[in-house]
C-alpha cells in the first residue's frame, strides 16, 4: 500500500486538472513541490550550465548552479569541459568564491585543499605530517557531474548517470537550436557575462512564458507598440506557429513574411549579416523555418529559454536582431535568479555587436522595457500561489483557450520537420505540453528513461 503524501495529493489534483486544461494554482510556490522539482527534475536530468564561449581558455572557468547546488565550470589543460561541484571534500566549503575567472587551481580558503580544474586534489598543506600515507588524493577529488555533452556550444550537465543522451533528450529542440545558432560554421556567443537578478516568481512560469505565450504581447506589452519599438503586436497570435518536439521543449515562431514586416526574411537580418551566413547544412524544413516561419521565442526543458526578434533600441533607432538565451535559476518557492545572455555572430564588427548589445539590453535586459513587464506579471502568479484563499477554494488557472475557436490549430499536415507545427499562435497547446511534461517528470515518468527501457 502506498501512504498518500501532501505531494502527491498535489499531483493527483494537477493529473485531474491537466484532463480539463486546467493547472491548479498551487504548483507555483509550495515548498514540497520546490523540494520535489529540484530532487525528481533539476538534479536528475540534463540541464543547461554555461556557454562554450564563456570558457573559451585553458583555465577559464564560470560559477552556475545545478538546482540549488553551486557547480564549477571549468576548461581544463587538455580543452575539455568539467562540471565539478564546488563543496570541498574536508569539510564542504566553496573551493571557489567568484562568478567567473582564470586559474589552474581552486584552493579551499578553510584549510587550503587545492584542486586543479579537472577537480583532482593537487595539494593539501602540511600533508606528511597531518595525514601520511593515509591520505589518498585520488580517492578526494571534487565530486563532479556524471554527464556533460554540448550541443551549438550549450554545455549541458546532469547529476544522475542514467540518462539518455543529449542528443535523444534535446531531439526535435537540438534540431531547432541548429537552425538558429547554427548558422554559422563558428556559431554565436555569448556578448558579456550574464544579466542576474532575482524575481519572486516561479521557474515554471517563465518557462511557460518563453514556450510561446504570444497572446500576452499586445496587453502586457502594449507600451512599447505605443512608444514605436513595436510594431504590430495584435496580428501576434494570428501569425505566430507552434512547434512542439516533446519532452517538455516547444518554439513560437512568427510568419512576419505574411504580415507586419513583410520583407523579412531570417528574422529580418540585414543582407550584410545574412549573406555570411551558411544556410547548406540546413534540412529543407529548417530552411523553410528560418526563411518564413522563424522562432521567435522557445524554452528546452526544464530552463533554459531562448528569444530573437529585430528591435530598434530606441523610437525610429537602428534595428538589431537580437538574440538572447536565459536561465530560470531556481531559488526557492516561488522565487528564481533570472540570467540572461545576449548573444552575437563571431563575424560582426565590433561597432556591431556593441549595437546589438545595447539593444538586447534595453528590451530584454534586467532592465528592458519587455523584461520589466513580464516580471510584475509573473510575480503576482507567485502570490496567488501561496494564498491560503485561493488553495482553499481550489482556485485553477485556465489554459482551456482555443478548445471551442473557429481558428484552426490542428497539426500542419504538410511539416516534415520533427514534433508537432501549428499555424496559429491561438490556443494553448504549448504551455499545456509543458505542465504535461513536468507532471511526467515529477512522477517519475518519461523524464530520464532508466537503461532497463527496452530490456
Ligand atoms: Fe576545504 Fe578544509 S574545508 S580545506
Ligand atoms: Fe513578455
Known amino acids: 500500500t502506498t501512504v498518500s503524501t501532501r505531494l502527491d495529493e498535489i499531483l493527483d489534483k494537477v493529473e485531474a486538472a ?22 525528481r527534475i533539476f538534479t536528475n536530468n540534463w540541464v543547461f550550465v554555461a556557454h562554450e564561449s564563456e570558457i573559451p581558455n585553458p583555465g577559464d572557468f564560470v560559477q552556475r548552479r ?98 539518455p543522451p543529449l542528443e535523444e533528450y534535446l531531439g526535435g529542440a537540438g534540431w531547432m537550436l541548429d537552425a538558429i545558432v547554427g548558422l554559422h560554421p563558428q556559431g554565436m556567443r555569448v556578448a558579456g557575462p550574464p544579466d542576474r537578478y532575482r524575481v519572486k516568481a516561479d521557474w515554471k512560469t517563465a518557462a511557460e512564458n518563453f514556450s510561446g505565450d504570444v497572446y500576452h504581447l499586445d496587453v502586457l506589452h502594449w507600451g512599447t507598440e505605443e512608444i514605436h519599438v513595436s510594431q504590430g503586436l495584435q496580428m501576434s497570435c494570428e501569425i505566430a506557429r507552434r512547434y512542439e518536439f516533446g519532452n517538455g521543449h516547444n518554439f513560437t515562431g512568427h510568419a512576419w513574411t505574411k504580415a507586419i514586416h513583410p520583407g523579412y526574411v531570417l528574422w529580418g537580418y540585414p543582407e550584410h549579416i545574412a549573406s555570411q551566413f551558411d544556410l547548406s547544412g540546413l534540412d529543407e524544413a529548417q530552411l523553410h523555418v528560418v526563411n518564413h516561419e522563424p522562432p521567435t521565442v522557445g524554452t528546452i526543458f526544464p530552463n533554459l529559454s531562448f528569444i530573437r526578434f529585430n528591435t530598434p533600441a530606441v523610437p525610429g533607432g537602428p534595428m538589431s536582431v537580437v538574440t538572447s538565451f536565459r536561465q530560470w535559476q531556481p531559488i526557492g518557492p516561488g522565487e528564481i ?68 475557436s473557429a481558428v484552426d490549430q490542428s497539426p500542419d499536415p504538410t511539416w516534415t520537420g520533427p514534433g508537432i507545427k501549428r499555424n496559429t499562435g491561438y490556443g494553448e497547446h504549448v504551455q499545456l505540453a509543458f505542465y504535461r511534461h513536468w507532471l511526467d517528470v515529477m512522477r517519475g515518468e518519461g523524464a530520464a528513461p532508466t537503461a532497463t527501457e527496452g530490456n
Open 18 to 39: 491537466l484532463e480539463d486544461d486546467l493547472v491548479p494554482v498551487d504548483i507555483f510556490n509550495d515548498q514540497e513541490v520546490f523540494e520535489a522539482e529540484v530532487d
Open 66 to 163: 545545478i538546482g540549488i547546488d553551486p557547480v564549477i565550470v571549468t576548461r581544463d589543460g587538455q580543452g575539455g569541459i568539467n562540471v565539478l561541484s564546488n563543496y570541498c571534500r574536508h569539510r564542504g566549503t566553496q573551493v571557489c568564491q567568484t562568478d567567473s575567472g582564470n586559474s589552474r587551481f581552486f584552493k579551499c580558503p578553510y584549510h587550503g585543499w587545492t584542486y586543479n580544474s579537472r577537480g583532482q586534489l593537487i595539494g593539501t598543506p602540511h600533508l606528511q605530517d597531518a595525514y601520511g600515507e593515509l591520505l589518498d588524493p585520488d580517492d578526494w577529488s571534487l565530486m563532479r557531474a556524471p554527464k556533460v555533452d554540448t550541443r551549438q556550444g550549450f554545455i549541458f550537465a546532469s547529476l544522475n548517470a542514467d540518462v
Open 337 to 404: 535568479e533570472l540570467w540572461s545572455w545576449q548573444f552575437v555572430w563571431d563575424f560582426m564588427s565590433e561597432e556591431e555587436i556593441e549595437q546589438h548589445y545595447v539593444t538586447g539590453e534595453f528590451v530584454f535586459g534586467s532592465a528592458g522595457v519587455f523584461e520589466q513587464d513580464d516580471t510584475v506579471a509573473w510575480e503576482g502568479i507567485a502570490k496567488a500561489g501561496a494564498s491560503p484563499w485561493a488553495r482553499k477554494a481550489g482556485m485553477s488557472l485556465n489554459f482551456q483557450q482555443g478548445r471551442n
